[in-house]
């Protein structure tokens, strides 16, 4: 998530749209945003990515309390590049990746744990 939801967030969603295991969104925390941030949107991630720490100061303010079960990752990426910037996204799969390998990993081990002895 960035403010405007134009060109980081954007590219980040286009990056890791399709990565098995994972379902992606994106958003901007501003009113103008091209998709702001909706109350929907919180509830229905698992971890939340924003850009800069005032996107996190500005989700928190806005859902507070919604906030307190889900993840929030600061990617500490200024606002720098163009859509889809080569650089930007080597500084996505580099700073990003390592989170969803995780979380694909625990959501693995928690199937699996689930699981049915007899299927």
């Known amino acids: 998530m960035c403010a405007r ?5 954007p590219t980040a969603e286009t990056v890791f749209f399709g990565t098995p295991g994972i379902n992606v969104r994106s958003a901007g925390t501003a ?7 909706s109350r ?4 229905w991630a698992e971890i939340i990515f924003v ?14 309390k919604l906030l307190e079960v889900k993840r929030t ?23 990003v990746s390592p989170h969803l390998e995780s979380h ?8 699996s744990h689930n699981r049915n002895p007899r299927d």
Request: glycine letters at 2%.
């Open 5 to 9: 939801n134009k060109l980081r967030s």
């Open 51 to 64: 850009m800069e720490k005032r996107h996190a100061k500005a989700l928190k303010t806005k859902f507070g």
């Open 104 to 111: 694909i990993l625990r959501n693995t081990d928690d199937a």
């Open 73 to 95: 990752v600061c990617l500490e990426i200024p606002d720098d590049f163009e859509l889809m910037d080569a650089k930007l996204i080597e500084i996505l799969q580099a700073r």
């Open 31 to 37: 009113k103008d945003a091209e998709n702001p941030i």
């Open 40 to 43: 929907d949107d919180v509830e």
